[in-house]
């Protein structure tokens, strides 16, 4: 497929359903939501799994990207366009292997954010070769500092540079997104973030609230 790179299209890269424990997004609401938004690609990339994103895909499959947020031993890896699961726990290269085993797309999620499992400077230097994108604006990010500290990171390595709100609820959708042209594939995706534009703002205090609110609340009866 050709890209048309006149056209840029709204695409969420960092996004939960209640198949996160931590999430509270109803994978059906959350469809709806992003149709309302105008979100054309929506990445689900829920934690260590990609049950959520393979029935999301189905309910949508033009707008759902397959993903999945996996915790190596030495930190986490955001993987796009999967069909095969891959499981926590594993060491960064061999995470990395069965990723590209499946010709997926790989980066990097909040990348010095040491609450979160970010990563150590040196365990970093080793994937780097390995990874398609850096993901330098998380919009659940407590300091503005951590962010700046991945672009700057990425702008120095010349790494393609992406940006998620990491919505665990709906009132965090689409905070932190990137304009870019239309994509299909994991080779579109690294053709098209040459032509990227990332905007997003942090997620504010009263958000949290709402969110913290609207996670608890999904968490009730997840799979309504």
Known sequence: MEMNAGKLIHAEFHCHTVYSLDSGNRIQPLLQRSAKMGIERLAITDHNTIRGALLAKELDPERVIVGEE???SKGELLAYYLY???P???SPMETIARLKAQS???AVPHVFDRRRHGWHIND???ILPHVDALEVFNARCLSARINRLGRDF???RGIPMMAGSDAHSLV???LASVWLPSFDSAAELREALKSARIQGRLLSPFEHFRAS???AAGRLNPFK
């Open 84 to 86: 095969e699961e891959v």
């Open 104 to 106: 997926a797309f790989l």
């Open 70 to 72: 996996i915790l190596t």
């Open 154 to 156: 990425a702008e120095q």
């Open 213 to 215: 609110a609207l996670i």
């Open 172 to 174: 965090e959708l689409g």
């Open 124 to 126: 970093l230097e080793e």
């Open 88 to 90: 926590r726990g594993l």
